[in-house]
């Protein structure tokens, strides 16, 4: 059974940096590709960065392109996502997940998700 915890979410002001956590059980980070997605409130999940099973490509959202960082730890069977310059229009439910060979920002084509952890972006 594959799991999924975030950490690292919390209160930042506009213009501030967060580095959010995926720890992954069940699988391995070789065998699943990982995005991350985040939902405001009222609004559809929208897909921010992915990282690749086979090679460890990334791809992001035009929206955080330059700002956001994604990256794995192997050994740890961890992903994170350091985001920095936050907009208060970013702040939102963020949410890892998983999926095979599924590499793109449709949530639809991940399987399985975490429960989501708060980023506050406000003054």
């Known amino acids: 059974q594959v799991q999924l915890v975030e950490s690292g979410g919390g209160l930042v002001q506009p213009g501030e940096s967060l580095r959010l956590s995926c720890a992954v059980s069940?699988?391995?980070?070789?065998?699943?590709?990982i995005g991350w997605f985040r939902q405001a409130p009222g609004a559809e999940r929208e897909g921010v960065s992915c990282?690749?099973?086979?090679?460890?490509?990334?791809y992001y959202s035009d929206s955080v392109r330059g700002r956001f960082t994604i990256s794995r730890d192997n050994a740890k069977n961890t992903v994170s996502l350091q985001m920095d310059n936050l907009k208060p229009e970013e702040q939102a439910v963020y949410y890892c997940?998983?999926?095979?060979?599924?590499?793109?920002?449709?949530?639809?084509?991940?399987?399985?998700w975490g429960q989501g952890t708060q980023v506050t972006v406000s003054l």
């Open positions: 990282i690749a099973s086979l090679d460890g490509s990334t």
């Open positions: 069940g699988v391995n980070l070789d065998s699943v590709d």
């Open positions: 997940a998983a999926g095979r060979r599924v590499f793109g920002l449709d949530p639809r084509l991940y399987d399985d």
